[in-house]
């Protein structure tokens, strides 16, 4: 698959796209698009970030009023207390969102409905000549190509400008994958395309280049001669909870291993983009999985929570959408291997897992020992740690004096807490920020079809075997840390665990 660059973009905000604005939701009477998606439009709309003249349309099977509709997907918006200041005027930014926001019922396969849809985009947009459609895919992944379809051969506008969000999952495996990009790519450039993994645009996720390239001493120690090893961890404290039907086609590796992991991963080991450049920056992304070799079943152990130690919450196996007797893992740990001159040698190891002990995602770069150490058994690693949630972070882990008239060391940080520096700063909604590059027709924080095709041929090889049943999970209690043999494993490919540690912050999670 090839990607065109060194185009012009037109950016709906741009002066060249001057008609108004039409965003379609797909799916707008699902979980996805009143928990994620139209309270991510009202934050933009509060903060006077959506094009002027825009309208949003939702598109669903369900039959409701405006009225229903407007309830709906109100419920997940958080309203401050009416008798605080803001109260008031936030509940008046609501109600003038809401005369923004219309609904039409149809099916995914219809044409007939799909020619509806466009009558009221056509309306909306005053028959303009030149509008500019925004087509946002909040649906199951058996719908993406139905969709697409009708909305090429129905609602594409040949002059103006349409792009394409598309949710994960992008397929299920490689070839699953291809296929999906040759039916979307038939009807869809893929300029017009944006695969959303909303790990992307998480605040933390996005700081991680700047991070990287924007300070002279991390990029001095950036590589195997000072980093022993990398770890990125996402913990949920909640199991499936009666959605362990829908999990299950799935399993924890596709749904978050192969895509908001694996992204962190490319940032953090991807080499300095020629520019801040959608593409340059993809480019990179690329060339960095490239070098990934594919897993092993060596490289990977699996577990599947049961009940917890107290009986208090089910196993997984428990839930009754679960098949009985799967064998769908519900935590992985694996270990993956770059193979080029930064990286050779340096484990980055992959863990992710539901019914934890705790709700985190973090990435965790462990430096080698100290050289010809002066304080034996006296020191640990120092650890540079990015909290991407809760309370997103970032510090380093390193050996200090104990105070007093000792020569003792110990363990201290450098520390770097939004919650406590950029108090008065609100930190957008990742949904918010990935929405809004959209509109800007910025690519940056999507996800290429190249980028998708590397992604996969890591993961398809093992995966294969985990759906083959040739893969045992190992059992591990709800509010767990997890298997012990997921411990031993990261221990044995390289990482250091400290369990003296206490970082100041983590009580205040």
């Not at 997940?76 to 207390?81: E, M, R, T």
Request: glycine letters at 6%.
């Amino acid at each position: 698959m090839t990607t065109q660059k060194h185009h012009r973009k037109l950016s709906l905000l741009s002066p060249e796209a001057s008609g108004p604005t039409t965003i379609t939701v797909f799916g707008a009477s699902g979980d996805l698009a009143k928990k994620k998606t139209y309270p991510a439009l009202f934050g933009l709309y509060r903060n006077q970030f959506l094009p002027k003249d825009t309208q949003i349309i939702g598109y669903a099977r369900t039959k409701m009023d405006l009225p229903e509709f407007h309830t709906r997907i109100t419920s997940f918006i958080k309203l401050p207390d009416e008798d605080k200041p803001e109260g008031r005027e936030v509940r008046e930014q609501l109600q003038a969102f809401l005369k923004l926001c219309h609904y039409v019922s149809g099916q995914y396969d219809q044409d007939g409905d799909f020619d509806s849809l466009n009558r009221t985009l056509q309306q909306q947009e005053r028959f303009h000549e030149r509008p500019n459609r925004l087509f946002y895919m909040a649906l199951p992944p058996s719908q993406f190509v139905n969709v697409a379809k009708e909305v090429r051969h129905h609602c594409y506008v040949e002059h103006g400008v349409n792009r394409l969000i598309v949710e994960k999952p992008f397929g299920h495996d490689l070839e699953s994958s291809r296929e999906l990009q040759r039916e979307l790519s038939s009807l869809f450039t893929e300029e017009e395309v944006y695969r959303i993994d909303h790990y992307l645009g998480k605040e933390m996720v996005k700081n991680l280049l700047i991070l990287r390239f924007a300070n002279v001493f991390f990029g001095g120690i950036w590589s195997r001669q000072f980093i022993s090893n990398v770890q990125i961890t996402f913990k949920e404290a909640i199991g499936t909870e009666g959605r362990g039907g829908y999990f299950d086609e799935f399993g924890i590796i596709r749904d978050v291993m192969q895509n908001h992991m694996l992204q962190m991963l490319s940032i953090v080991g991807m080499e300095c983009p020629v520019s801040l450049d959608a593409e340059d920056v993809r480019d990179e992304k690329v060339k960095l999985l490239r070098f990934i070799r594919p897993l092993e079943a060596k490289d990977v152990v699996l577990g599947q929570y049961t009940r917890s130690e107290d009986g208090k919450q089910e196993g997984y196996l428990d839930d009754s959408t679960v098949p009985a007797g799967s064998k769908t893992p519900t935590y992985a740990v694996a270990v993956f291997h770059i193979n080029n001159e930064r990286w050779d040698g340096v484990p980055f190891i992959l863990k992710c897992g539901k019914a934890l002990d705790q709700q985190k995602t973090e990435i965790r770069i462990q430096f080698r020992d100290v050289p010809g150490n002066i304080f034996p058994h006296q020191t640990v690693r120092n650890e540079l740690v990015v909290r991407v949630q809760p309370k997103e972070a970032v510090y380093v882990k390193m050996m200090n004096k104990k105070p007093g008239l000792a020569f003792d060391t110990t363990i201290s940080e450098l520390d770097l807490s939004y919650h406590k520096r950029y108090a008065d700063v609100k930190i957008p909604d990742a949904y918010e920020s990935l929405i809004l590059d959209c509109l800007r027709g910025d690519h940056s924080n999507f996800v290429r079809d190249d980028e998708l095709d590397a992604a996969w041929k890591i993961f398809t090889p093992v995966l294969a075997k985990i759906d083959a049943g040739e893969m045992e999970p190992v059992p591990y209690a709800y509010g767990s840390r997890g298997p012990a043999e997921g411990d031993e494993f990261v221990r044995r490919v390289g990482y250091q665990h400290d369990g003296g540690y206490d970082w100041p912050d983590k009580n205040k999670l």
